[in-house]
């Protein structure tokens, strides 16, 4: 029998603004289109059910920004969903009221990722951020009250203006709440968008900066006992009286090459060997889906090389080794050995099972440089 995806992404697109830097599918306003993109999504779920396993491991609510859509709307969207282990639900400070972080919290949810960016608040208006530095603070607190004990903070650095001092009080600011996971991003500015144009020259300034804001991510994190699991994340160990994994599982199963469905306009899927995006337009999105129809997609072809390097790939963020089974044919032998050789790679044979590889700490500073070179 076919496996089922385990692990479930659903799109809420709405947000109040359009901060200048982002690139996601996102729709400004249109309250009172909420209530029936729940309902269409709702509706694409249970055309795709059979694709999905009885039990769900992981559910993703992404945006956008969920936590902005209609209360009634993301209420009714949490209890029709299925039940998981894992239950993350993106949200933006300013939406986060203690009604909002109790209505999560009510309706199953686990673990919450708080868009902070940053807590300089010249950097946040270069962002375009509704948020101050205290409103982070606030609901950051009111999650906590409202029970939630799996909180993750995004930060991005490489901010036109940004100084490493800033980045400095960015991280200690951040670490004094204590979270549980942190999420820290590059800076991707898109070229030939408004943005882009607006800070062009501090853009370019910001890039020179990056590996070593990186370096300084990496040691500021890992120095206050976080586990850099993923290139760009990291969560509490040992801190936790229980001992609990902190890691991200809906984005491990990402990492690793696990099936995911996706639903809601933008959302994409890779299941058995296939993926498809849905276009990112509502109308024609509930449009389709109010006859009972498959919205418009586009399908990806996913040949096996094309898996196998995206496999690597991701494989090679992770702290944990990747095996080679069934990846040979990705992999530039001579250049694993010379990698291996300069201390950026280590190859754990194994006297039963296949090899696996991992970045060393200094490759993976390195990034997508090394697993690039890696790669046949
Ligand atoms: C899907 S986004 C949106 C989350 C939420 N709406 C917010 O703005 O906080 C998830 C995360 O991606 C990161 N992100 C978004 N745009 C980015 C960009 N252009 N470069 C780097 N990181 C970005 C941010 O840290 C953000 O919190
Ligand atoms: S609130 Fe988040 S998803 Fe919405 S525009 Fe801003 S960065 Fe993008």
């Known amino acids: 029998m076919s ?216 040691e500021r994190l890992t120095g206050a006992q976080y586990r850099w699991y993923e290139t760009a994340n990291f969560c509490r160990t040992g801190t936790s009286a229980d001992g609990r994994d902190l890691r991200s599982r809906h984005n491990l199963a990402y990492w690793r090459g696990r099936d995911y469905l996706g639903v809601g306009i933008g959302a994409v899927s890779t299941i058995e060997g296939r993926r498809w995006r849905n276009a990112p337009r509502l109308a024609a999105y509930t449009a389709a889906l109010a006859r009972n129809e498959r919205p418009p997609r586009e399908h990806e072809p996913l040949p096996i090389d094309v898996r196998q390097r995206e496999r690597v790939m991701l494989g090679l963020r992770l702290d944990e080794p990747l095996e080679l089974a069934g990846l040979a044919d990705a992999i530039d032998e001579e250049a694993l050995a010379r990698l291996t050789a300069l201390g950026l790679a280590d190859v754990m044979p194994a006297p039963a099972g296949p090899p696996r590889v991992a970045l060393t700490p200094r490759g993976r500073l390195l990034g997508g440089g090394v697993t690039a070179e890696l790669l046949v």
């Open 3 to 218: 496996e089922r995806a385990r692990h479930l992404y659903v799109h809420l697109p709405f947000c109040a603004h359009r901060c200048g830097y982002c690139d996601f599918v996102t729709l400004v306003g249109r309250r009172d289109q909420h209530a029936a993109y729940v309902e269409a999504v709702l509706a694409e779920l249970a055309l795709e059910l059979p694709l999905l396993a009885p039990e769900v491991e992981t559910v993703f609510l992404g945006g956008g920004t969920p936590t902005f859509t209609e209360p009634d709307a993301l209420a009714e969207l949490l209890v029709s969903l299925p039940l998981a282990e894992e239950v993350t639900v993106e949200a933006n400070p300013e939406t986060v009221t203690p009604a909002l972080a109790v209505l999560l919290r009510e309706h199953g949810v686990n673990r919450v990722s708080l868009g902070a960016q940053s807590f300089r608040p010249h950097l946040l208006a270069v962002l375009e951020r509704v948020a101050q530095p205290d409103t982070v603070r606030r609901a950051f607190y009111h999650l906590r009250d409202a029970g939630f004990d799996n909180i993750s903070l995004d930060l991005i650095y490489g901010i036109p203006g940004q100084s490493t001092p800033d980045l400095e009080a960015d991280l200690d600011c951040a670490l004094a709440l204590g979270p549980e996971h942190l999420s820290c991003y590059e800076l991707e500015a898109k070229p030939g968008t408004r943005f882009t144009h607006t800070h062009g020259a501090e853009l370019a300034r910001q890039a020179d900066a990056m590996e070593s804001y990186f370096e300084l991510v990496v």
